[in-house]
């Protein structure tokens, strides 16, 4: 059965921490992405990573940052997180080949206090 | 402008009654491919369809089916004789030739509760 996990499902933080969400994908998958998803506003896309090393700004990028040392593993860095971040994060992979669907994780639902 | 717009954002029925979701889309593209996916509670979005800008026959699944239209940029899915397990969240999706890396732009989903 493939898989997309997310380290936490939920996590609580101070304004001001710095946050990782960790994301692994046991598909051999070379895309990998990061979304918030907010009421109304459907998943926006922050960060998407292409291969090991190489990333791409999404919509929202501002206060984010990622990480992808190995094709499975891609990470999502909140420097200093502001109440603002207060949001579920969802991440997804997909193969390369154009316009396939991409497979997504159950989410973290992250409160900045 | 939103490019993909999902103007219901709760629609609640009650179990065997069908419903049709709405979702219309933006593009200058003459290639592009749409998407369903379907967010339980549990949270994680599962995909149910794609389609591409070519084929615009409908298509049917089971209970579920769609009906694109490119005339009115519209992409809708009905699911007939509903269930309580259809309880969800819908997200139709856009992905467009000059998307690196495959990425999708998403509407803002519709809320859908099946009451027994």
């Known amino acids: 059965d493939v898989k997309v996990t997310q380290s936490s499902r939920y996590l609580v933080k101070r304004t001001g921490e710095k946050v990782f969400l960790e994301c692994v994908q046991d598909m051999d998958h070379e895309n990998m992405f990061w979304y918030r998803q907010d009421p109304g506003l459907g998943l926006r896309l922050i960060y998407f990573?292409?291969?090991?090393?190489?990333?791409e700004k999404g919509d929202i990028p501002e206060g984010y940052s990622v990480s992808r040392e190995k094709k499975e593993r891609f990470s999502l860095i909140l420097e200093s997180a502001s109440t603002n971040q207060t949001s579920m994060y969802l991440c997804?992979?997909?193969?390369?080949?154009?316009?396939?669907?991409?497979?997504f994780g159950p989410g973290t639902r992250l409160t900045v206090l | 402008a939103q490019k993909v717009t999902q103007a219901q954002t709760e629609i609640s029925v009650v179990e065997k009654e069908d419903v049709t979701l709405d979702c219309v889309y933006e593009?200058?593209?003459?290639?592009?491919?749409l998407f369903w996916y379907k967010q339980p509670p549990s949270g994680e979005l599962v995909f149910l369809i794609r389609r591409n800008s070519f084929d615009e026959q409908n298509e049917i699944s089971g209970r579920y089916s769609w009906n694109f239209q490119k005339s009115t940029s519209s992409f809708n899915f009905t699911i007939t004789a509903s269930q309580v397990v259809d309880s969800a969240v819908y997200f139709c999706?856009?992905?467009?030739?000059?998307?690196?890396?495959?990425?999708?732009?998403f509407g803002g989903g519709t809320r859908l509760m099946v009451k027994p």
């Open positions: 593009t200058r593209d003459t290639t592009y491919y």
């Open positions: 997804a992979s997909s193969t390369l080949d154009l316009h396939n669907e991409q497979f």
């Open positions: 990573s292409y291969d090991v090393k190489m990333k």
């Open positions: 999706a856009l992905s467009e030739p000059d998307n690196a890396g495959n990425m999708l732009t």
